[in-house]
């Protein structure tokens, strides 16, 4: 999979920010021993975990037990260019904070989205509320 000149990852120096980082690459999926599956079929596995690969390919890879890198589950998002804000945590795994896409050098929000209940969630599945499909949404940010 080629990669793409757009900005490395970087560490925000501001004095709360702690170990946040925004990068930008493509998500690969791993298998429970790491090692990468096909990009956009293989992660179907539920033991199935991410990373996010930076124009380096350098693997940057999420918490395993994080609920942030549940959007990662929808293969629409995994065949997109992300920008991902994420906090790094004691173990060297990333946090998801925010996940947009990148289209035309523009970020985008990436979400789903109940129009009936009006809920917005970070992840693929059921709205909390009615119980319908939430739907897929990517808004200019």
Do not use: W
């Amino acid at each position: 999979m080629p990669f793409f000149s757009l900005a490395e990852a970087c560490q925000l120096d501001t004095p709360d920010s702690g170990n946040l980082l925004v990068i930008r690459g493509r998500v690969v999926c791993l298998d429970a021993s790491g090692r990468r599956l096909d990009g956009l079929f293989g992660c179907d596995d539920p033991a199935a975990r991410f990373a996010l690969a930076d124009k380096d390919a350098k693997l940057y890879y999420f918490a395993p037990t994080g609920s942030g890198a549940a959007i990662f589950k929808d293969a629409r998002v995994r065949e997109r260019e992300l920008q991902v804000t994420a906090q790094l945590d004691r173990k060297n795994f990333l946090e998801v904070i925010r996940v947009q896409s990148i289209r035309e050098g523009k970020l985008h929000d990436i979400y789903y989205f109940c129009e009936l209940c009006n809920i917005r969630a970070y992840a693929p599945g059921l709205c909390p509320c009615c119980r319908n499909e939430l739907e897929f949404r990517e808004t200019p940010a």
